[in-house]
């Protein structure tokens, strides 16, 4: 369970079992308030990774080359 813990500046405190995390504020929602349960949900986008990769690699070819 995610317990908005508080906020501080820019920064949510969040509480996660023994674990407090911080996250910049604006990931919150709008109506977030200290002591608001969050569901977090985070995935992988791999369309953003791979093209991450490729500029990457470009790059690293580009450096290699001169």
């Known amino acids: 369970m995610y317990i908005l813990d508080r906020i501080e500046g820019d920064w949510a405190i969040i509480e996660y079992g023994k674990i407090m ?3 910049p504020k604006e990931l919150l929602p ?3 308030k200290e002591g ?3 569901h977090i949900h985070i ?3 791999i369309d953003q990774t791979n093209r991450r990769k490729e500029r990457l690699e470009e790059k690293m070819n580009r ?3 001169e």
């Open 63 to 65: 450096l290699w080359a």
């Open 36 to 38: 608001d349960i969050l």
């Open 21 to 23: 995390l911080q996250l």
């Open 43 to 45: 995935s992988v986008d």
């Open 30 to 32: 709008e109506n977030a």
